[in-house]
């Protein structure tokens, strides 16, 4: 590890310990919901940004971890631990059987289906009563198991194993990305697949390894928030679910993993803060994050680093989102 | 067999209300190469103008709807020069790759919630703009359903005429086959793009505020409609105009034929499956031209 990435690191562990500190349940619970929609959020870019195969669906994954968690444990009183892991491998499956059609799509394309699929598993959640308990949803399962009872210890407890879950999620995106072979392989699909293609890159093996890597970890984070909120209802596939998460992804730039999380962090923050201005103004703000920074800031936040102004770096050419434009 | 006659009919009114919609989807696709996420927002848009005008200010119903359309199209004036043309610009020859979606994602939350803020969240009443019941042998459909597919029927023919013999309407056609070449017989790009978006969500408009009284109006009214004509327009070839018409009434019919065989609560995953089947083994749609990747 280079000096400034132990650094970051250092700074980014004191930051996730810092609402430990504060003994409020209302600033430990925003806290921990951020965490997990940083967790989302990321788990989207992995997909969407890094490697280019636009999902609209992240909403879908993210229903199926929560739904699979909560069903388990209500049905069957399953371990929440055992909840979180099977989640997100339901969630991970679904991913890859979608990455499997998806393969022969792109841009546009990708995307109508992964919304079409998050709307499924929506009707799915609303319809099929005795396992998703129709519009009202799943509760009354449980929550983490083996915690402190209650009070304020809890609430600091759940905190850090969430956001040390997160940050192990968010970790390992990282790592594939900037150490292994993966991340190259991500990115080359990203720029120009066929290109990648006729250079003796295996693009099938690396769309699928996104595709499973970000459907399983936007699933883990469904399982957080399932056990987390302790109610599961169809709205969280909900397509507004999906703006919120690609809001916070653009917020904090695209193609970076680590700034989707912060966009979510910040967006979150800001979200929740505009509650007390009035309910509704939330979702315009964040309809108009996205508009604004889609056009003038596409590396988001995180293209802000380094340079003062608000100047775009042009290390490498901003993503556009999708590689595979529409050709 | 009169419940079958029914639902055929039920389907068939539901297909002229999916073409009003889809047609100006395909219709911007087919043009400026943008998917517009907004577009069911255009169609709560409408339904709320229907709404203000007819319960708030008691105008007369056609004129309601005419305002409604009128309402939208106007609003989709401002989406080209205000969104699409600065991003365009930004980008310059870098292709927009699927930028264009996440920016009208964006167009749409911020419409849906900028209704809420406007209108409240709840379900907007209107009252049918005609009354009574056309008999048809031994079933009936009401006047409302009627009128639904006489406007869209009038507005669509009115559209495909627009764009066969008027002079702007030929020139929308010369840039969605070839932007540069048309651009160089003298065609003002950014007035089409501009003319060509306010005319799709008007379409979308009119179709809200005749919907109104058959759906209610509240402010995420559109946004299911908005993804099933993505279905409809995947299912009739991207950017193909006869094909979302005919994929529409594919569409309206098959939901409402459903019913006979699955509980009523599944009838959207039809538009859905369908979607996924045709991406999986045609995916030129019915009437596509080339092959999509």
Redesign the interface.
Known sequence: MSRPRVFASGAVAAALALPVLVPHPFVLSLATQAVIWALLASSWDLL?GYT?Q?S?GHAGFFALGAYTAAALSKHLALSPWLGLGLGAAVAALVGLGTGF?AL??????L???T???A??IR?VA??WLPVTGGPFGIYDFGSFTGLPAAGIARARVIYLVVAAIAAAGIGLMLYLCHATRAGRGFRAVREDEVLAESLGIDTTRYKLLAFGVSSGLAGLAGGLYAYYIQLVSPTVAS??TT?LV??MA?FGGLGTIWGPALGALLLFGINEGLRFV?V?????A??????VF???L?RGLAGLRGRGGGRILRRD?AP???????? | MESLVEFLIQGVVLGGLYALFAVGLTLIFGVL?V?NVAHGEFFAVGGYVLFAAVVLLHVPAPLGVAGAGVGAFLLGLAVYPL?IA??NR??GR??????Y???T??????????L??IGGGDYRQVPPLVRGILEIGPTGVSYQRVLVLGVATLLLGALFAFLRWHRQGLAVRAVSQNPEAAQAMGIHLARIFSLTLALGVGLAGVGGALMAPLFNVYPAVG??LT?KA??IT?LGG?GNLAGALLASLMIGVAESLVVIVV?S??Q??V???V??AV??FR?QGLLGRRA??
């Open positions: 969407s280019g636009i609209f059609p022969r799509l792109r841009g546009h394309y995307a109508l289906v919304l079409a699929l709307e499924l009707l609303q319809n397509a507004a703006s690609i809001g653009v009035g509704v103004y939330n979702l315009v964040v309809g108009l994050v996205i508009m889609v056009i003038f596409p050419a556009t989102g999708a590689g595979g434009a529409a050709r | 190469n998917i969104l600065p991003l930004r980008l870098r292709p927009a790759g699927s930028l979606l996440v920016l994602l964006g167009l749409s939350t911020f419409m849906q919630s900028s809420l803020a946004f299911p993804i993505f279905a995947i991207m509980p609560q599944w959207n995953g538009a859905f499956l979607m996924i991406l999986l995916p999509a990747r």
